[in-house]
Structure formats: C-alpha cells, structure tokens
C-alpha cells in the first residue's frame, strides 16, 4: 500500500527566508503525489499535483515540488517565506492500486517568524 | 467557481445519538470521498463513492454509513456516537472520469462534530 512520510511535524522559518517541507513515499507502481495546505478551520487546499512528465512542479501561492524517483521525494519548497504561509502543510499520495482515494501524511505545521 | 459544500458547519451531539453530515459535490463531479480528521491529526480516509456505488472503503466504522444520491449529493450518517467521534469531518470530490488516476481531490471546509 502507498504511504507517505513528511519529517517534521514543525517547522519555523523567518519571513523572506527559503521554506523547505519534506516528504517521501512508499509506492510499488508509479505514485501520484500531491501537497495540501490547511488553513485553521477550513479545508484542504491543493497546492500542487505531480502525476506524470515533468518532475518539476509549480503551484499556486510560489510554492513547487520536486519528484524525485531515486529518493522516492516530494519535497515542497518557496523561495521566500511569507507571513500568510502560516498553516498545517500535507502531503499526500495514490497510486491507483489502492483505490482513488488520497492517503495523507501526517502533516507538518509551518510557522514563519518575523 | 462553485466548491464542494458541507453541511452543517458545526453540530454538537451527546453520546449514544445519530448524526447526518451532507455533501454537495462540485458540479460534474463524479466521485465523492469523506475524510475524518481528529484533532492535530491528518485526515484519515473513510468512505468514497463513484456515480453513486460505494467505490472504495477506508477506516469507516461499523456504527456509521454513507451513501450518494441521484443528485450527486451525499450524506454520512453516524449513530450510537462515542466521545472519539468528536473530530472534523470532510468531504471531497474529485472528477474520476474515464479512469483518469490522479484527478486531484476538491474539499470543503468540513464539519465539526462535537460529541459530548
């Protein structure tokens, strides 16, 4: 079954500093991966989706990931941290072997200082 | 654009009673999924459905059940509720279309029940 592993379950970085969100997979057949940003109370948000050909991916807000198979990753990164990126960041996979359904890691808490 | 809506927002319960979340999906939308997040947890996978048929099962208990109707619509029922139920519950849907893997799950902002 797919699983993923985001290390971290906080993390603190400065306002304009880089931001740095990890997460690996565990898939036997080509996963498809993808990153969820929760605000307090609200949904999930999609912030981005790799599934096939480029495995570098840009998504909403200036955040982009990362596939890379030989690390079995899906980094999230941004450049430059801002205050409003303060939230619960997921990171999520599903490889169609186990259903459509989404399994989530266990999410990492992002706090940007100023 | 429209988004998946939830209904109600917030319920408060005590033990031992029902419980009925609603679900509408995002128009055209074909499949339906219901997550359960407990506090500072991630959302574990319950229940999905595609084009009405129950598609795949996840961690759902047995004291609760779901179903999607003609309109799309879908609703989670819970009885006998326990204080452990107390948690956000979310619903998703997605367009799974011609099989299409990888169709990226929409949620709404979720339900909270509170079982006291």
């Known amino acids: 079954a797919q699983s993923v592993t985001q290390l971290g379950s906080h993390v603190s970085v400065s306002e304009g500093a880089l931001v740095l969100l990890r997460c690996n997979y565990s898939s036997s057949v080509p996963p498809y991966l993808f990153w969820y940003v929760q605000y307090p109370n609200q949904g999930l948000q999609l912030l981005l989706k790799y599934t096939t050909g480029a495995t570098l991916v840009k998504g909403i807000n200036g955040f982009e990931a990362e596939f890379k198979k030989s690390e079995t990753s899906f980094h999230l990164t941004k450049p430059s941290a801002h205050m409003s990126d303060a939230a619960e960041y997921f990171c999520a996979v599903s490889d169609g072997n186990s259903g459509y359904a989404l399994n989530f890691g266990k999410g990492t808490s992002l706090l940007v200082t100023p | 654009a429209a988004g998946v809506i939830q209904s109600p927002r917030h319920l408060i319960k005590e033990k031992r009673e029902t419980a009925t979340l609603k679900c509408y999906p995002i128009p055209r939308h074909d499949t339906v999924y219901w997550y359960q997040q407990g506090p500072g947890q991630d959302p574990q996978f319950l229940i999905s459905f595609y084009e009405k048929m129950q598609s795949d099962k996840g961690s759902i208990p047995d004291r609760f059940s779901a179903q999607q109707f003609s309109d799309y619509h879908s609703e989670l029922n819970m009885s006998s509720l326990e204080l452990g139920d107390s948690a956000l519950y979310f619903c998703?849907?997605?367009?799974?279309?011609?099989?299409?893997?990888?169709?990226?799950?929409?949620f709404g902002n979720g339900t909270r029940l509170t079982v006291t």
């Open positions: 998703a849907s997605s367009l799974r279309g011609g099989g299409t893997w990888g169709s990226p799950l929409h």
